[in-house]
């Protein structure tokens, strides 16, 4: 017994597609290989905006131009390959060379700071003239080291080439 006895007839091959018009069902079939080019264009275009970058994001506030704020002291930051295995940032101050790698050195730059801010008025301004190379890290650990030794404002300048 064979299924045309009963009356059974096999339907015609249309894929999963059974309903709508026959010039809709190409169509159909394509919208999944679409959407695969459209998110790859899209994941092409903004990829680099959507990774995270290593680092700390924070705001400067707007440079500040007073023509009476000359600074008392003067520190000059300068980055060394010869200093330790990565290399660091040397600091120039009254004549004397410190390595931010060395906890001796900075402690030695810390008395020096405080015994000038103790010598000198009570504004304590230090102009630190760093170089480009210098990282923001080692600008900051500088700041951080002036504030401890009692200098009332850090200023930052960098030298342009």
Do not use: C
């Given at each position: 017994?064979?299924?045309r006895e009963w009356g059974w007839r096999p339907a015609q091959a249309e894929?999963?597609?059974?309903?709508?018009?026959?010039?809709?069902?190409?169509?159909?079939?394509?919208?999944?290989?679409?959407?695969?080019?459209?998110l790859l264009v899209m994941f092409s275009l903004l990829g680099d905006r959507?990774?995270?970058?290593?680092?700390?994001?924070?705001?400067?506030?707007?440079?500040?131009?007073?023509?009476?704020?000359?600074?008392?002291?003067?520190?000059?930051?300068?980055?060394?390959?010869?200093?330790?295995?990565?290399?660091?940032?040397?600091?120039?101050?009254?004549?004397?060379?410190?390595?931010?790698?060395?906890?001796?050195?900075?402690?030695?730059?810390?008395?020096?700071?405080?015994?000038?801010?103790?010598?000198?008025?009570?504004?304590?301004?230090?102009?630190?003239?760093?170089?480009?190379?210098?990282?923001?890290?080692?600008?900051?650990?500088?700041?951080?080291?002036?504030?401890?030794?009692?200098?009332?404002?850090?200023?930052?300048?960098?030298?342009?080439?």
């Open positions: 017994m064979t299924g894929g999963i597609w059974r309903h709508g018009a026959r010039w809709t069902k190409p169509l159909f079939a394509a919208v999944p290989w679409i959407t695969l080019v459209l959507l990774t995270a970058a290593p680092g700390v994001v924070f705001d400067l506030p707007a440079p500040v131009g007073r023509q009476t704020a000359a600074p008392d002291m003067t520190m000059l930051a300068l980055p060394s390959a010869n200093v330790g295995e990565s290399g660091g940032t040397l600091a120039f101050f009254d004549d004397a060379r410190y390595v931010l790698d060395d906890p001796q050195s900075v402690a030695l730059l810390r008395e020096q700071l405080l015994s000038h801010v103790q010598e000198g008025s009570a504004r304590a301004t230090l102009l630190v003239l760093a170089d480009r190379r210098v990282t923001s890290g080692d600008l900051l650990r500088l700041v951080g080291i002036a504030r401890t030794a009692g200098v009332k404002h850090v200023q930052i300048a960098e030298r342009r080439e």
